[in-house]
């Protein structure tokens, strides 16, 4: 409809402009980036995919390449999941985040602090296989 038309071009001119754009890009770059460090600098299995404001939590270091490359990790997407839950933090249970205009640097900063908790409490377990990706 004409309203329609109207409202996505308001949209994309006033509200979703380039600025906004890289600004929400570079959120996804800043909590990718951070996250990967902390997992890294703490051997921790764990990664961070993705492009922009799209990502995806991993339980390895491994290159994901393809589907099949991401490990099945159900009991620790699940705990990472519920730990989020309870520090107010909802996304996809599989692991998918899509950051959306609303979101600041503090919501980015309090998300990434919530995982590196849980990274944190379960590092010793992740690193010695206890809570092995495959489970």
Known sequence: SVLTMAAGS???SHVYTPAECERLNSLGDRLRERLSVFAAANGIPF?????????GL???RAPI???SDIPAAQVLRTLLHLHLLERGYSYAR???IALSLPHEEA???GFAAAVEEFLSKQASLLRHG???PSE
Do not use: C, E, P
């Open 130 to 132: 206890v809570l092995a």
């Open 47 to 55: 990664s961070v995919s993705g492009y922009g404001s799209i990502l």
């Open 58 to 60: 991993h339980f390895t």
């Open 10 to 12: 308001a949209g994309l």
């Open 65 to 67: 390449r393809r589907v």
């Open 107 to 109: 919501d980015v900063d």
């Open 94 to 96: 599989r692991g998918l």
